[in-house]
C-alpha cells in the first residue's frame, strides 16, 4: 500500500490521572530530592502516602501514533511502524488507529507480550509521566519497501541506529524525505550517531533545551545560533519549540519566529507531537516556512486544551481557517 507518510516510533496507552491536592510544595533545595535537576516547582507526596485522584482519563499516545493521527487527521494517506502486545491494550491501541484512519499493516503484534503504556499525572496544566516501553527498536520490523513520500522517526530506545541505517538506506534508493524527532537517547549519543541519515533530514524537531545540548554550543546562546549550529551539521530545515515563546525555524539561512495562538491550557500531553504534525501537514502542501510554524502553533493550542495527546487534532481546513482569521501580532513574528 501506497502512503503519504509513515511514522515509525512507539504506540502506547496513556493513563491520565488527576492528584486532588491543593497546591505544589517547592523543597528548600534540590539537594532535599537528590535532583540533579532545577525545576521551579515540585510535586511532592510522601512515601507510602494514599493520594486522592479526582479523575482518570485514558487515551492512546505515543510520539510516532500521536504524529500519525494528527496528519491523519489533515487529510494524508498515514501508516505506523511500531508494536504493540497481545493485551486486551494492544487490541484496543489497533482499533483506535483504524478509527483513526491510521494504516496497521506495519504494526507487529507479539502476543507473548505486554503493550507499552504510560501514567501521567496532570497538575495545573504540567504533567509528570511514567513510561514503560515493552519494545526497542529491535521490535519495530520495517518492510522491504517504505512506499511513501515522507518517513517520520520520532524517539527511540537504544539500537536506534539499526532503523536509522535501514531508512538511510531507503531515502537514497527511494527518494524519501525524511522528518526526525529525537529523543533523549539520539540527543545525548550526538549528530554522528545519526550516520548517513543526518546529511538527508528535511526537518528536525527539538525543543530548546534539546537544541542546545544537540548543537554543542555552550552557555547560554541565542535561539538563531543554536539552529545554524545544527543546520551546518545536516539537517536542512531546524525547528525548535520554545514553550510560550513560540516556535523557530533556520532554513537555507533564514530564521523565522512565530509566537504562540491563544487558547486555554488544560494539559500539556502530546503539544509538540501536535506541532510536529501541524507543521509537517502545512510543508507537505509546500506552504511557506512561515506558515509551518503557523500551522504548527494552532494545532498545538488545540491539543493542549484537551486531556490526551491527539483528542484536541485539527484538520487541515479548521487549522488554515484558524491561522488565516487570526490577527498575528508584529511582535510575534520575527523574520532575519
Same mark, same amino acid.
Given at each position: 500500500m501506497s502512503y503519504d507518510i509513515i511514522t515509525i516510533g512507539d504506540v502506547m496507552r496513556d493513563i491520565f490521572v488527576f492528584p486532588d491536592i491543593d497546591d505544589m510544595e517547592k523543597p528548600v533545595s534540590d539537594e532535599e530530592i537528590e535532583s540533579e535537576e532545577h525545576f521551579e516547582k515540585f510535586l511532592v507526596f510522601g512515601l507510602g502516602d494514599k493520594i486522592e485522584v479526582s479523575d482518570v482519563s485514558f487515551s492512546i499516545g505515543g510520539t510516532a501514533a500521536n504524529v500519525a493521527a494528527g496528519l491523519s487527521? /489533515?487529510?494524508?494517506?498515514?501508516? &505506523?511502524?511500531? %508494536?504493540?502486545?497481545?493485551?486486551?491494550?494492544?487490541?484496543?491501541?489497533?482499533?483506535?488507529?483504524? /478509527?483513526?484512519?491510521?494504516?496497521?499493516?506495519?504494526?507487529?503484534?507479539?502476543? &507473548?507480550?505486554? /503493550?507499552?503504556?504510560?501514567?501521567i499525572v496532570s497538575?495545573?496544566?504540567?504533567?509528570?509521566?511514567?513510561?514503560?516501553? %515493552?519494545?526497542?527498536?529491535?521490535?519495530?520490523?520495517?518492510?522491504?519497501?517504505?512506499?511513501?513520500?515522507?518517513?517520520?522517526?520520532?524517539?527511540? %530506545?537504544?539500537?536506534?541506529e539499526r532503523v536509522y541505517n535501514q531508512v538511510t538506506n531507503q531515502v537514497i534508493k527511494n527518494n524519501l524525505r525524511v522528518a526526525i524527532n529525537p529523543g533523549s537517547i539520539q540527543?545525548?549519543?550526538?549528530?554522528?550517531y545519526f550516520g548517513g541519515l543526518k546529511e538527508l533530514m528535511e526537518v528536525i524537531f527539538l525543543n530548546r533545551e534539546e537544541a542546545q545540548l544537540l548543537s554543542g554550543l555552550p552557555g547560554t546562546p541565542q535561539v538563531k545560533d543554536i539552529a545554524k549550529a545544527i543546520n551546518l551539521r545536516g539537517p536542512k530545515t531546524v525547528v525548535i519549540t520554545d514553550g510560550k515563546e513560540g516556535a523557530y525555524a533556520y532554513s537555507e539561512e533564514k530564521f523565522l519566529k512565530v509566537g504562540i495562538y491563544p487558547g486555554h491550557r488544560l494539559d500539556a500531553t502530546g503539544a509538540g507531537d501536535a506541532f510536529a504534525s501541524g507543521f509537517l501537514s502545512a510543508k507537505m502542501k509546500e506552504l511557506s516556512l512561515q506558515e509551518c510554524l503557523k500551522w504548527g502553533v494552532v494545532n498545538s493550542a488545540s491539543v493542549v486544551g484537551k486531556i490526551g495527546a491527539q483528542e484536541g487534532l485539527l484538520s487541515s481546513n479548521t487549522i488554515k481557517r484558524k491561522v488565516k482569521e487570526y490577527h498575528w501580532p508584529q511582535e510575534s513574528l520575527r523574520f532575519s
Open positions: 487527521k /489533515s487529510g494524508f494517506k498515514t501508516g &505506523l511502524i511500531s %508494536a504493540v502486545g497481545g493485551d486486551n491494550i494492544g487490541s484496543e491501541l489497533v482499533l483506535d488507529l483504524r /478509527s483513526k484512519k491510521v494504516g496497521v499493516e506495519n504494526l507487529k503484534n507479539y502476543k &507473548l507480550r505486554k /503493550s507499552s503504556f504510560s501514567v497538575y495545573k496544566g504540567e504533567r509528570t509521566i511514567f513510561v514503560y516501553h %515493552a519494545f526497542t527498536p529491535e521490535d519495530f520490523i520495517l518492510p522491504k519497501e517504505i512506499n511513501a513520500s515522507w518517513v517520520y522517526l520520532g524517539p527511540m %530506545a537504544k539500537g536506534f540527543i545525548n549519543a550526538g549528530l554522528e
